[in-house]
C-alpha cells in the first residue's frame, strides 16, 4: 500500500491483522519511481482529483491489475486512462456514485430503483461534459 500519509499505513495494517489479511506499507511513489504500483492484482485510488495524475504515463501496468479510480470528475482520470490503454479492467468512481445513487433511491423511496436509466444518465452527464 502507497500512502501519503504514514499514519494512513498504521490503520490498515491494524484492521488487516484483525481480518488476517497482510498489509504492507511504502512511501508514496513518484513519477520517477512508481514502486511497482502496476504489479499489484488490486489499485485503489483514492486520492484527491489531481494527485496521482504524475504517475499515470510512469506506471508499468500488468493487464491483469484491477484499479478502482474513486474520482469521477474528470472522467476518465489520466490515471484511469493509462491504465485502460494498457488492458487494465478498471472501475470507476462513477461506478461508484451510481452504487451509491440507486441505495439511496431505494431507502428513500421504498422502490427498486431503474439502475439501468439511473447509469444511462449518468455516464452520458459524463461524458457531456468532457
Keep these: 500500500m502507497h500512502a501519503r500519509r504514514p499514519e494512513a499505513v498504521a490503520d490498515l495494517e491494524t484492521l488487516g491483522k484483525e481480518l488476517g489479511v497482510a498489509v504492507g506499507g511504502a512511501p508514496w511513489p513518484t513519477a520517477d519511481d512508481p514502486l511497482g504500483v502496476g504489479d499489484a492484482d488490486i489499485v485503489i485510488s483514492t486520492v484527491p482529483k489531481g494527485v496521482a495524475d504524475p504517475l499515470a504515463p510512469a506506471i508499468g501496468w500488468t493487464a491483469a491489475t484491477v484499479l478502482f479510480d474513486a474520482i469521477y470528475d474528470p472522467w476518465p482520470t489520466p490515471l484511469a486512462a493509462a491504465a485502460q490503454a494498457a488492458g487494465v479492467r478498471v472501475v470507476s468512481g462513477l461506478d461508484l456514485l451510481l452504487a451509491q445513487a440507486v441505495g439511496q ?7 427498486t430503483a431503474p439502475v439501468d436509466a439511473m447509469g ?4 452520458a452527464a459524463a461524458a457531456a461534459r468532457r
Excluded: H, P, R
Design 120 to 123: 444511462e444518465a449518468l455516464f
Design 105 to 111: 433511491f431505494e431507502l428513500f423511496t421504498g422502490v
